[in-house]
């Protein structure tokens, strides 16, 4: 199976034998070599990570919400 690499210049795909990007001309160095996997597990920890965070500051939403909702229930429920 042929190693794939990602250009560090310009973000390509390129064969992980080259050691030069077709397309941008930047040299591979050996201490810059990853292969796809490690990549694309990074950016799927990165998604996660946001989505964590992004699940986070809707569930602070929400009980803001909700604690804003019983104030107003409550007020509500007073007038009558």
């Known amino acids: 199976m042929n190693t ?4 560090k210049g310009c973000g390509r795909t390129i064969d992980g034998n080259f050691s ?3 397309w941008c ?3 591979k160095h050996s201490s810059e070599e990853e292969n796809l996997d490690v990549l694309f597990n990074r950016f799927a920890e990165k998604q996660r990570n ?3 965070q992004q ?3 809707m569930e ?3 009980d ?3 604690k804003e909702l019983s104030i107003l ?3 509500a429920e007073m007038h009558k």
């Open 50 to 52: 946001n989505r964590r």
């Open 25 to 27: 001309g930047r040299a």
């Open 60 to 62: 602070k939403e929400l």
């Open 55 to 57: 699940l986070y500051e």
């Open 20 to 22: 030069y990007c077709p």
């Open 73 to 75: 229930v409550l007020s």
């Open 64 to 66: 803001t919400l909700e």
């Open 4 to 7: 794939m690499a990602v250009c």
